[in-house]
């Protein structure tokens, strides 16, 4: 087991968002959160990686353990570096959101962080291009590393945005919705590329086109009002 | 007469006979307005060409000549271009890393409490005359510089460009701030999700995405630098030679035009204050186009 | 080693604004330290009173009064002549312009709102010079008429810009409802979009007065001298505050004067932080008025 929840309770505003999640998660599965809009399954996921500490209106309460290097760690214990946190664990946004930078600086952005190890230049570029061999864009941009993000198609800043979240090896990796702005074809790439990524992450996706949970999914889970009404596992 | 139903501010017919003469004021000022502002600029340079030509066609004229001494002959305004460089780019070198931090400051590192007031202080700040910055700094800064330049009168290029480097802050700061203030909130959240601390995020992305308004923001603060007078005329001493030190006095184009205008009208003294407008004019025209140009696609 | 370069930055942006803060802090103080009673009867109106001084024009020595009244007509006359002009390229900007012509005078305006003072003050004189040329028996020369009309020249870009963005911000229903109502575009402009823009274009007009207030360089070059008592009409040389401030700073024969002077700085910049400060309100009234109605 991967990642364990416990009672959680998310309000926002004095909103209620989430309640009472109760959640277990395999090791390299996909696991994919579907609901309405407006039902939490974004917030579930951001709840995973701390983002909403950037924010006073959020409160946060309930248990979450997660796997990370061997040893089985409290999520929200303040000891733990949010920064090293973040880096295991991945977050893809929905509309693709490179750097206004190029696509090497883009890449370079983890590195530069404190809480990445110090590796030299040659290593760094090893990783670089491991990283885009992953998502396939090593041969789409190969020689052209310079080139502004921006000038990317959809689906590539997509990509690009996938390579960026694994340069520091996370061993999960949390997707919102990261198809949904894309043609069907580029759809399709980052489905099976998360199937292959599979192998070395655990892979939690919201998703709300039931027919990408028949294709990826190995476990689904439906959120309807901040609650939990549906818990498959295929 | 009917009276149609109309919403309040449109009134019956009766009175709409005076109410024509304001809209036609109205359009006046408007085309007039436009037409007068387009005019202006290019009269401005125009009357000073004019009147700067016979200065030009002197014999023996040299403006960049190096030396100024209108008893000898020599109208070289050399020196006085100079002296404006030399104020002016200190200034700007000081100023530039202190506006940045301030404005890294007041759009992120700050603490919550303080950071609307830090903004609030520098408008309140753009709006203290520059006149009243030199006077300060007659009492303030050049005792300290006599002090530290062991003798001489302390009316020194360093005691302008000092105070001129506090007098353009203001202008970048805003820049900055703005700059940093419009990066995408989405691009910043990724920077978080990636594990950036707050202060990573500002030196690895709110700063390189604000690269354009940092950019206009140094043009500008430089014309604001090169433009203004009273500080250097009141700080820089004003003697019409090329200063071999920071500690000496030396005198800019925008001070030589307030110093001659005591002149002769006819003199050729007189005239080399157009050539010194001219040339003010060039500049920071070509500023204000670059900082435009380059801060293109952010404003409407 | 990797060095947090990040938080180094962090620090440092602490200690600028630590910087900042002293400086201006320091510099205020120091003003108001060495003025003297900067806003009694006695700065102001010198050894004669407000009563003899303004009613029964009793000549005020040592006293900041003429300045004062000097400063006040200049910015009066400046004002009057800027804002209509000011306005109406702002408004044309905002709803008569299209394109092309729209980006060149938004870039000559952008020119003109960097030339430095002197320069414009410089522009002042020059007209000077050729009406003394063209009418020599009616040019008015040295006065406050030619000052305001520079000081215009330079407060133009400030109050055409902000009008144009008071205008061009507001919502474009509003903008529309009048015209689909069947007014024509002057109307529309009357009736809609000045009175809702009005508190935005306000309170540019009053930064474009503290800069009309405070300019020493312009007013220089066209009018502004030592002594001239009060002024009697806008075609006489004049005192102002600012350069009164200059003058003294490199003149000064007596503490008294000196002291004066800083009387005069202080009085400089509270008439500009108050402007600043209404101007200011005024803005932030107008912007909660508009996020409530969304």
Request: aromatic share 12%.
């Amino acid at each position: 087991m991967k990642i364990k929840i416990d009672n959680l309770n998310f309000s926002y505003n004095k909103f209620k968002v989430l309640e009472n999640i109760d959640l277990k998660i395999d090791k390299n599965t996909i696991t994919a959160v579907s609901g309405p809009s407006g039902s939490g399954k974004s917030t579930l996921l951001t709840c995973l990686n701390r983002l909403w500490e950037e924010y006073d209106e959020a409160l946060i309460n309930g248990n979450i353990k997660a796997e990370i290097e061997g040893r089985l760690i409290d999520i929200y214990n303040k000891k733990i570096s949010v920064s090293w946190l973040r880096q295991k664990i991945g977050m893809v946004f929905q509309m693709p959101n490179p750097f206004p930078m190029s696509i090497e600086q883009n890449l370079l952005f983890p590195f530069r962080l404190k809480t990445s190890p110090f590796y030299s230049k040659k290593r760094i570029n090893k990783e670089i291009v491991k990283a885009l061999k992953k998502v396939h864009l090593y041969e789409e941009v190969e020689n052209r590393t310079y080139l502004p993000a921006d000038s990317l198609s959809g689906g590539q800043q997509q990509r690009l945005c996938i390579a960026r979240a694994l340069i520091p090896s996370p061993e999960i990796l949390l997707l919102d919705e990261p198809t949904s702005s894309l043609d069907s074809n580029a759809e399709k790439r980052i489905e099976d590329l998360l199937k292959e990524l599979k192998k070395e992450c655990t892979i939690i996706i919201v998703s709300h086109s039931e027919s990408q949970i028949k294709r990826v999914a190995d476990h689904h889970i439906h959120v309807e009002n901040g609650k939990i009404t549906k818990d498959i596992k295929y | 007469m009917q009276k149609k139903i109309v919403p309040g501010y449109i009134l019956s017919e009766n009175r709409e006979q005076i109410l024509n003469i304001y809209n036609l004021f109205l359009k006046f000022i408007i085309f007039s307005g436009a037409i007068l502002s387009s005019v202006l600029i290019f009269l401005i340079l125009l009357i000073m060409i004019f009147l700067a030509l016979p200065f030009f066609s002197h014999e023996g004229i040299s403006i960049f000549s190096g030396s100024w001494n209108p008893v000898s002959g020599s109208y070289g305004i050399a020196p006085m271009i100079a002296g404006t460089v030399l104020t002016a780019v200190p200034a700007l070198i000081i100023a530039f890393p202190l506006s940045l931090g301030y404005s890294v400051f007041a759009a992120e590192t700050g603490n919550r409490y303080l950071k609307k007031p830090a903004i609030l202080l520098i408008r309140a700040a753009s709006s203290i005359p520059t006149v009243v910055y030199a006077f300060a700094g007659i009492f303030i800064i050049v005792p300290l510089i006599r002090k530290i330049g062991h003798g001489g009168s302390g009316y020194s290029i360093l005691s302008a460009s000092l105070v001129l480097a506090v007098l353009i802050s203001p202008t970048m700061i805003f820049f900055f701030y703005d700059s940093l203030k419009s990066v995408n909130k989405y691009t910043q959240q990724g920077a978080l999700a990636l594990g950036a601390s707050k202060s990573e995020k500002v030196l690895f992305l709110l700063i390189p995405s604000a690269k354009r308004g940092i950019f206009a923001g140094v043009f500008l603060g430089l014309g604001r630098a090169l433009g203004d007078t009273m500080i250097s005329l009141m700080l820089a001493g004003n003697s019409a030679s090329f200063p071999d030190s920071a500690f000496e006095s030396a005198r800019t184009l925008t001070a030589h035009i307030a110093l001659v205008m005591a002149a002769d009208y006819d003199s050729p003294e007189f005239r080399s204050v157009f050539a010194c407008g001219i040339i003010l004019y060039l500049i920071t025209a070509f500023l204000s186009i670059t900082a435009r140009y380059i801060y293109k696609g952010r404003i409407q | 080693m990797k060095i947090n370069a990040a938080s180094l930055f962090r620090l440092f942006s602490y200690f600028s604004f630590i910087f900042y803060v002293g400086v201006f802090v320091f510099f205020i103080s120091y003003l108001f330290i060495r003025s003297d009673a900067p806003f009694s009867s006695a700065s102001v109106f010198g050894e004669s009173s407000f009563i003899k001084a303004v009613f029964y024009n009793e000549p005020v020595f040592e006293g900041l009064y003429p300045a004062l009244c000097g400063t006040l007509l200049l910015v009066a006359t400046s004002v009057l002549i800027a804002v209509p002009f000011g306005t109406g390229t702002g408004l044309w900007l905002s709803e008569f312009a299209k394109g092309r012509k729209q980006k060149v005078m938004t870039l000559l305006i952008d020119i003109l709102s960097g030339l430095p003072s002197i320069v414009i003050g410089l522009f002042g004189f020059s007209i000077i010079l050729i009406m003394h040329k063209i009418i020599p028996a009616k040019s008015p020369g040295f006065s406050i008429i030619v000052s305001s009309f520079s000081l215009s020249v330079l407060v133009l870009p400030y109050i055409a810009k902000s009008t144009q963005t008071a205008v061009s911000s507001l919502d474009k229903s509003l903008k529309l409802s009048g015209l689909s109502l069947g007014a024509d575009k002057i109307e529309n402009i009357r009736y809609i979009l000045l009175p809702k823009a009005f508190p935005s274009i306000l309170s540019g007009i009053l930064l474009a007065i503290a800069r009309c207030a405070e300019d020493t360089a312009v007013i220089m070059l066209t009018g502004a001298v030592a002594n001239a008592g009060i002024p009697g009409s806008i075609f006489e040389r004049f005192e102002a505050l600012p350069f009164f401030i200059y003058y003294t700073s490199s003149e000064y024969t007596s503490e008294n004067e000196l002291e004066m002077a800083f009387n005069a700085s202080v009085l400089l910049i509270f008439i500009c932080i108050v402007l600043f400060i209404i101007s200011y309100c005024i803005n932030s009234i107008a912007f909660k008025r508009k996020k409530r109605v969304k």
